[in-house]
């Protein structure tokens, strides 16, 4: 858990910790959409709403892009009004985020302690909010929600991964965090982040 896991999914959003005051912010993942008519890139190029980007697929072709940041416009089926032909506001209702279809980690951030909102590209897992180092290695969490399951995980004696909700997550924990003695360490930093005691 040092590293980005290797399996899919990562939640389309994450916490993490506020680029401008540290504290825990909400991360989400920007959509993309591909523009279907070379006519249409000046529409979304204009855009106040959509960032244009172009991309390379894995053979070499470019395509072209329209992104969309709901973390800082609001869901898209109520925001995206005008469209040109051919594009419903749903196209970027959690369909094909950049981290997982297009091999980038960017989104947009938004703090309610500092009232920071801004695009953001993601570095996991340093941005991660629940962290704790041990031993030179860094135990993370998605969320509070898997924050608080790992922590529990942690403490039990059976550590059956598959009662809980997170079980997948739970299950990629290194060894190295669930002895004895690194669990309840590890267990009692959880607890003050949880509790917003950073």
């Known amino acids: 858990m040092t590293g980005p896991y290797e399996w899919n999914p990562m939640p ?50 470019y395509w072209h892009g329209a992104l969309y940041y ?39 951030v938004r703090c309610d302690r500092c009232g920071f909102r801004g695009k953001h590209s993601l570095q996991w897992p340093e941005d991660a909010y629940f962290s704790v180092a041990y ?24 550590r059956e991964h598959l009662k809980y909700k997170w079980a997948a997550f739970l299950l990629h924990v290194p060894t190295v965090f669930k002895t004895r003695k690194a ?3 590890i267990s009692k930093q959880l607890c003050g982040l949880i509790e917003g005691k950073r």
């Open 70 to 108: 709901a973390g800082l416009h609001g869901d898209p089926e109520i925001t995206l009004h005008t469209l040109p032909k051919g594009y419903t506001p749903s196209d970027w209702k959690h369909s094909a985020y950049l981290y997982r279809s297009h091999g980038l980690d960017i989104g947009s």
């Open 135 to 158: 031993k030179n290695q860094l135990l993370w969490a998605f969320n509070q929600e898997s924050a608080q399951e790992l922590h529990d995980y942690l403490l039990s004696f059976q």
């Open 12 to 61: 389309h959003q994450l916490e993490v910790k506020c680029p401008a005051c540290q504290e825990k912010a909400q991360f989400e993942f920007a959509e993309v959409q591909k523009i279907i008519l070379k006519e249409d890139i000046d529409f979304f190029k204009s855009s106040k709403v959509f960032e244009y980007r172009k991309f390379q697929d894995s053979c070499g072709h």
């Open 183 to 185: 669990s309840w360490t």
